[in-house]
């Protein structure tokens, strides 16, 4: 235990001595000051006493749509934690911390620390762990402020905040882990710091990939398909239901199919054939059921296609999905912390407004949504889809899996440390 | 040898090694760099020890084997009564790096405070101990600075603090006066005679002969991975160690000793040395006859037939060959006579697994 504080007291010791952890914390206080700055009232936000000259956001963002407790947490973990420290914090702390490895184990250094009773293992853990020092002050301080700036400008004391401490500690040793292991192999901080950012890099294309193309792709044709389903079958019941009965009314004409708001606002091309056909009603029968099966061959065509590509999508999907699965998951990490916060329908309501806008008028019905082969999609249900599928996926898959991660870099650098002669 | 003959050697050796061996794999070389071959040695327990040897002879390989820094692809033998690397007895040795590097955001003090904390000395102690060593070494005044603004010498004498913080039994050196200056180079010598009167074990490892000479009770000479002499000096010289009694008159000096003292040879011909009648050689070349003695009486009969011949004896004198003239012998090849080269003196594949990486 004496050395295990021993080396605590000298990582804090080492991070007080490095001017960048303290440019970072003094900016972590300017963000909160400048969030508690912020507030809602009904006619959108203000900063101090002036209000934002943007309509559109006082529109979808007032006291009326939001709590101020839930804005300020929105506000938190949406510049405060997923920008701020999980992109901004986490470089500068990246940065500083390249050095901490291929200083510990540089020649003269090593050769006093190795000298000492105290395992290799050990020691290589307890400076892995310590190292993480920098980003558990950096997120500690902000959360707390955080935490004051919700309780006392939004009225809500929410401890789940500090979740955030080992959540965005977590998400920085999934990349530090790389920059020890790299530390360890090249004894160069440089080198270290410059494949973690690859890494990194690597990590948003690749969840770039698998969450915001490939899974919004394969849910657009997944739920045309659906839509094609069930255009083919309103046809086949309305063929069936004439051809049973010769003698009987025409029934009404059956309308494409589409999610809720297409379905709204769609024209079909053949709307007012009824009126044309009235004159004649065995020629319009005849015509109907031709049109009909014209119909269901073209939706059948339509929807083969439709399939065979949502089929491939699904295939290039599960090999991104694969992918993501062994590489960490820094954003879906940090996004835990949004589950914590917002329980209910707290975030429900300007959830709804910000996806509406976000859906443009397609979303909303108006020009009838996104194409895919023979029906119109809405953007609104597939971003409800999309969100519903990545909200599904378990806390133990998305720590789980970028723990391992972790873990088989720690245990790589482990292994070197170990067995090197120094 | 009997268990408590066993007991009894550990317990009588501070470091007691035998058979280590390090051969460094290359990742580019299938064979592999054989630093270290069968290196033996013993320290006692209250002596200063020296080792020596020239660049690359595996000095600093073996001190860092010893300290686990480097692993031995073999080793035999127990550091304090313990196998090599055991924590118990690390947490009883001192150890002072060359080319140390103390972390430049701590300050004097702080460096013994962790260094302390790192070798399980209670707080306690360290409040204590830790102004107390750097007053010894003349930094007390500096406790509060920075090591980034200390000179290479202070750095010295810090790292010396270091290795004393947790009272060791054994003290291990690797160039203790390297950037020291010739005052704080006594300082260093009076603290590790001091710690030797206290009963601790010292085991230097430097290449300047003369402070070594001055302070070690035995010593070890290490050449291309191998110890190759190891003992007081008194035993290391005895060898040769010789009377050089230098004589003076007309004609033939050597000729008309020759004629006087049979048992001389003259010099000058490797074997023309004569024996006295106990056997120690002795020869002669221009004047200057050389008995292998390290006993007074035994020349005695040399002065008085060179007297009765009528030659006039111009000086005696008792010759101890020097640290340096000894190192100088061990380290020059016999044949060619050259400087050994570094590493040991062939080469062996590389052992798969253990650590190997250079």
Known sequence: MIQTWAMIVDSYRELNARKLFWITMALSALV???????????????????????????????????????????????????????????????????????????????????SKPIGRLRLFITKFCTSLLFVALQVGVF??????????????????????????????????????LVGMITRSGMAALLVTGLVWVAIFVVNLAEAGILLNLRTQYDISVTLHGSEIEKRQKELAAIESDPNAPLPQEAKPAASDEV????????????????????????????????????????????????????????????????????????????????EGNEFD?????????????????????????????????????????????????????SGAFMLTMLASACVIFVRRDF | MTTLSAAAAHNEFAIDLAKVDKTYASAWRKKGVHALRDATMRVRRGEVFGLLGPNGAGKSTLVKILMTVISPTRCEGRVLGKPVGNRDALR????????????????????????????????ADLLKRAPELLDLVGLGRWAGTSVRSYSKGMRQRLGIAQSLINDPELVLLDEPTDGVDPVGRRDIREILMEQKRRGKTVFLNSHLLSELEMVCDRVAIMVQGRVTAQGTLDELTAADRRYEIEVAGDGEIDARLGVALPEIKARGDAGAWGRLADGEPVGCAQGLVVVGTTEATKVQTIIDGARAAGLVIRGVRAVRPSLEDLFMKAVMDPITGRELGPGAADESPAPRGGRNNR
Request: glycine share 10%; aromatic share 12%.
């Open chain 1, 143 to 180: 959360t707390v402020l955080a935490f004051f700036v919700i309780g006392i400008r939004g009225g809500a004391w929410s401890w789940g905040l500090f979740w955030a401490v080992p959540l965005v500690v977590l998400v920085f040793s999934y990349l530090y882990s790389v920059s020890a």
């Open chain 2, 92 to 123: 009883r040795i001192g150890y002072l790096p060359e080319h140390h590097k103390f972390p430049d955001y701590l300050t004097g003090r702080q460096v013994l405070d962790f260094y302390g904390a790192m070798s399980k000395v209670p707080r």
């Open chain 1, 263 to 342: 379905k709204a606002g769609a024209k079909p091309a053949w709307a007012g054939m009824d009126e044309l056909n009235a004159a004649d009603p065995a020629a319009q029968r005849a015509k109907r059921v031709e049109r009909l099966k014209r119909e269901i061959e073209e939706f059948e065509k339509s929807k083969a296609g439709v399939e065979g590509t949502a089929a491939d999508l699904h295939q290039y999907h599960a090999i991104a999905f694969a992918v993501k699965t062994i590489l960490p998951k820094t954003g879906e990490t940090t996004e835990l912390l949004g589950r914590v916060l917002f």
């Open chain 1, 349 to 401: 309501g300007v959830q709804d407004s910000m996806e509406e806008e976000r859906a443009g008028p397609g979303g909303r019905g108006g020009r009838g949504g996104i194409p895919v082969g023979a029906v119109r999609v809405s953007q609104r249900e597939v971003g409800r889809e999309v969100r519903k599928e990545i909200e599904s996926r378990s806390v133990w898959w998305v720590a789980g899996t």
């Open chain 1, 32 to 114: 909160t000051l400048v969030i508690a700055c912020l507030g809602i009232g009904p006619k959108g936000i203000t900063f101090l006493v002036w209000a934002f000259p943007i309509e559109a956001l006082g529109t979808i963002l007032n006291s009326n749509t939001l709590e101020p407790a839930a804005f300020y947490k929105i506000i938190f973990i949406t510049f405060g934690f997923s920008i701020w420290l999980t992109w901004a914090a986490m470089i500068l702390a990246l940065i500083s911390t390249a050095n901490i490895i291929p200083d510990f184990i540089s020649g003269g250094a090593i050769d006093l620390t190795l």
